[in-house]
T-cell receptor, first 112, second 117 residues
Framework: GEDVEQSLFLSVREGDSSVINCTYT??????LYWYKQEPGAGLQLLTY?????DMKQDQRLTVLLNKKDKHLSLRIADTQTGDSAIYFC????????????FGSGTRLSIRP | DTGVSQNPRHKITKRGQNVTFRCDPI?????LYWYRQTLGQGPEFLTY????????KSRLLSDRFSAERPKGSFSTLEIQRTEQGDSAMYLC???????????????FGPGTRLTVL
């Protein structure tokens, strides 16, 4: 079946790195996504990784993909208070040309 | 603002009433999606349009739900005989399949929060 799983909460100290983990089931997805949702705001695409890559870096964001274990992670370096949000891992399943399957989201909170 | 817009932002209704939401996609986008998000969950796919054609519907979209995109631009989502279980955030997204490398990125609107009393 199509399923994406994430831990629900993560708390880190300001300035530390945050690592948000995700596991997925559809190994034929071409891309995997990370979306960010801030309170009262819509979903924003943060970054994506092509399934034939194992790492992608974009400024403070690093995405790691382990296809063998179907594990995706998002690392945020030097976490700031503005990074407080819910982060969703997502994949477009092979069975559909349109929809995206989202995880339940990881709420990232920043401690001073 | 050229992003995806949704109206209304909030809707409170009594059980049994009908409600209609509107989504205006990014103007050059030919694909439009509806999702539903309940508290503590990620968005769940409801339906998808390419231009005016509704090409995919989720099993979540019961007979009380209907979506249209008559001219291939804005879309409406109607819920008839609302139930308390329909209370959720309804999200709209749009995308454009261009000749490009990279994914068919879906851009989301701010959502319509529905509360059924």
């Amino acid at each position: 079946g199509e399923d994406v799983e994430q831990s629900l909460f993560l708390s880190v100290r300001e300035g530390d790195s945050s690592v948000i983990n995700c596991t997925y089931t559809d190994s034929s997805s071409t891309y995997l996504y990370w979306y960010k949702q801030e309170p009262g705001a819509g979903l924003q695409l943060l970054t994506y990784i092509f399934s034939n890559m194992d790492m992608k870096q974009d400024q403070r964001l690093t995405v790691l993909l382990n296809k063998k274990d179907k594990h995706l992670s998002l690392r945020i370096a030097d976490t700031q208070t503005g990074d407080s949000a819910i982060y969703f891992c997502a994949e477009p399943p092979y069975s559909s040309a349109s929809k995206i399957i989202f995880g339940s989201g990881t709420r990232l909170s920043i401690r001073p | 603002d050229t992003g995806v817009s949704q109206n209304p932002r909030h809707k409170i209704t009594k059980r049994g009433q009908n409600v209609t939401f509107r989504c205006d996609p990014i103007s050059e986008h030919n694909r439009l999606y509806w999702y539903r998000q309940t508290l503590g969950q990620g968005p769940e796919f409801l339906t998808y349009f390419q231009n005016e054609a509704q090409l995919e519907k989720s099993r979540l979209l019961s007979d009380r739900f209907s979506a249209e995109r008559p001219k291939g631009s804005f879309s409406t989502l109607e819920i008839q005989r609302t139930e308390q279980g329909d209370s959720a955030m309804y999200l709209c997204a749009s995308s454009a399949r261009l000749a490009q490398k990279g994914p068919d990125t879906q851009y989301f609107g701010p959502g319509t929060r529905l509360t059924v009393l």
